[in-house]
């Protein structure tokens, strides 16, 4: 296997295959219905991204690591059979090492909260033995302020040296994390020698894929240990083409021109309940509840939640049986009554799910406002992370069968897959070709602009406006470093509360030398002004 490939297992993308985590069991869980729902659409949400996460089956990374320990305790309560006691490296847990070698505020802040990824090096899509690199990663705070909500531009800069005595030409690939929805503005320029190239971006892994962990699809709740997860090393297991689950024939129902009458919209809710020969083969979209009981199939909408796309169903294995919709509404915003008033005019059309997820694509990124929505690149990026998220939901609820009284299937929220896409971090890869004379240099720096981690919500002041940096030197990569460093720029806008580099501000210290075979740097900054 090339060092191409072994990366693109690694990214979450090899061609158009999927691969899945071999010998993982999962076991699937009982969803209840909650009327707690009707709260509206952001409750709704995330009931959603709770039905989808654990749709999920594990993900075959492969690199050239130490095989995973499988564990039944997740990271920060993700669920069984995740590996979350692995890191790749000469250290099996960072966090945990984080936490016993007590690095002061680090040991005490969970900067899982909301963590958008460690900065990670390049890797050649062949190992070459014939070309040293020197690297320098570089924060610029000079102009940072408290309104960056911890945005800090990169630079990420390395001098490729050619030792042998002939021409050698490197394909070279670079992780980073983005979302969809941004970009094209987060994006790094790559620079050649000094010149601007425009390079290649392909979709890479996204949280999930390797886990049946509750509620944490993509993040921003990814942890370093699991972005380190990310590209592991597991036994691959490959599965049939996309193109088997995306090309088959669906029927839709879709739901449209709803009316509350009387009934505070806030306090409505519309229903379906049906029978199916296999309820696995039913997925959703823009809906927040799926329920079987182990004869009849009910999924739910809030008509406060229906914003720009339709709520409908999706049947892979024919129509159902016994269909009947009902609508409701709450009293008290707890206790569940029919009404004839919440009603919905429903259409019903044959497509493929393929189709699905293209026009959901196309109506969301219609209603996007950010630039460069129209860029049809972009929205073959973001197709391609839709359509891989749903076969590896069709592959998780086809795996089995649903046999026991009350057992509940996940179901797959179209919506989840389009919007969480859209809005929330995964990774992504840039790669460009380049040639180096016998016995000279290259440079190639990367530019792009950095989320540092942080909480959420943190009570004492004095931890508020605080940001983490990772630097993950020797994650995925092939490349035989000779040096790395590290430097901070600022204007006295800074602290420096907690870091492993060894940079001193007061004393003008803002480059260092780093230890080649070191795991893993960090820092936590606080922004002054």
């Given at each position: 296997?090339?060092?191409r490939e072994e990366l693109?297992?690694a990214l ?7 691969i899945l985590?071999s010998g993982?069991v999962v076991k699937?869980k009982?969803?209840l219905?909650n009327s707690v729902?009707?709260y ?6 995330a009931a959603c991204l709770l039905?989808v996460i654990n749709?999920?089956g594990?993900v ?6 130490t095989?995973?320990v499988?564990s ?11 590996p979350?006691?692995y ?5 099996s847990r ?8 007590a690095?002061?505020m680090?040991a ?8 958008a990824?460690p900065?990670?090096?390049?890797t050649?899509a ?7 690199a020197s690297r320098?990663l ?5 102009a940072v302020?408290?309104g960056d909500?911890g ?5 990420d800069?390395y001098?490729?040296h ?5 021409e050698?030409?490197i394909?070279?690939?670079?992780p980073?994390v983005s979302?969809?929805?941004?970009l094209s503005?987060r994006?790094?320029?790559i ?6 190239k ?6 890479g892994a996204y ?5 049946s ?8 709740n990814?942890s370093t240990?699991e972005y ?7 036994e691959p297991?490959?599965?049939?083409t996309a ?5 088959q ?6 739901f449209y021109?709803?009316d ?5 919209g806030?306090?409505t809710?519309?229903?379906?309940r049906f029978?199916?020969?296999?309820p696995n083969?039913?997925f959703?979209s823009d ?9 009849y199939?009910t999924?739910s909408f809030?008509?406060s939640q ?5 709520p ?5 294995d024919?129509e159902?049986?016994?269909?009947e919709?009902q609508g409701y509404?709450?009293?008290?915003m707890?206790?569940e009554?029919k009404s004839?008033?919440v009603t919905?005019d429903?259409k019903?059309?044959?497509?493929t799910?393929?189709a699905?997820l293209e026009?959901?694509?196309?109506e969301k990124m219609q ?6 929505t129209?860029?049809a690149?972009?929205?073959n990026?973001y ?12 592959r ?15 179901a797959a ?8 896409i859209?809005?929330?971090e995964?990774?992504y ?10 016995g000279?240099n290259l440079?190639?720096d990367l530019e792009?602009?950095k ?10 002041e004095s931890?508020r406006?605080?940001?983490c940096?990772?630097?993950?030197l020797n994650?995925?990569?092939n490349v ?6 590290a430097?901070?720029e ?17 004393s003008a210290v803002?480059?260092?030398?780093l230890?080649?075979d070191?795991?893993?740097?960090y820092?936590?900054?606080k922004i002054l002004?």
């Open positions: 296997m090339t060092k693109f297992y979450g993308e090899i061609d158009d295959r999927f985590r993982a699937k009982k969803i219905k729902w009707m509206g659409g952001m409750l709704a949400s039905l749709a999920f594990g075959g990374l492969h690199g050239d690591v095989p995973p499988e039944s305790a997740g990271v920060g309560g993700n669920g069984p059979d995740h979350s006691d890191v790749p490296g000469d250290t960072l966090e945990e090492d984080l936490q016993e070698q690095y002061g680090a005490e802040l969970e900067w899982v909260d909301f963590n990824g900065v990670m090096p390049i050649f062949e190992e070459n033995t014939q070309i040293t320098e570089t924060y610029d705070f000079a302020d408290k909500k945005l800090v531009p990169v630079k800069a001098v490729l050619n030792t042998s005595d002939i050698q030409t394909t070279f690939y670079y980073y979302d969809v929805s941004e503005v994006m790094p320029k620079y050649v020698d000094g010149q601007l425009k390079t290649n971006v392909s979709g949280w999930g894929m390797d886990s962990g509750l509620a944490r699809m993509f993040g921003p990814v240990d380190s997860y990310m590209i592991g090393d597991i297991m490959e599965l049939a193109d088997e689950v995306l090309n024939t669906v029927t839709v129902y879709e021109d709803f509350a009458g009387s009934v505070p806030e306090g809710m519309y229903s379906a029978k199916v020969a296999d083969k039913v959703m809906m927040y509840d799926m329920t079987y009981d182990g004869e199939v999924v809030a008509l229906v914003k720009d796309l339709n409908a169903i999706y049947f892979m024919g159902p049986a016994e269909y919709e509404c709450y009293i008290d707890w206790e009554n004839d008033e919905s429903m019903k059309y044959e497509t799910m393929k699905v026009n959901r694509i196309e209603s996007a406002t950010q630039e460069n129209d860029d690149k972009l929205k990026l197709y391609e992370r839709a359509a891989r998220m749903f076969v590896d939901m069709y998780w609820n086809t795996d089995g069968e649903v046999t026991a009284e009350d057992e509940v299937f996940y929220c179209i919506s989840d897959i389009v919007n969480t859209w809005e929330y995964s990774m890869v840039l790669s460009d070709t380049v040639t180096i004379p016998a000279e440079t190639l792009y602009v989320q540092g981690a942080c909480q959420t919500y943190e009570p004492q931890l406006d605080n940001y940096y990772d630097n993950m994650l995925g990569t035989k470093f000779i040096s790395q460093r430097a901070v600022e204007s006295g806008n800074i602290r420096i509360e907690d870091q492993n580099y060894g940079f001193d501000l007061e803002k480059s260092v030398e230890e080649l070191a795991e893993r740097y820092m936590i900054v002004k």
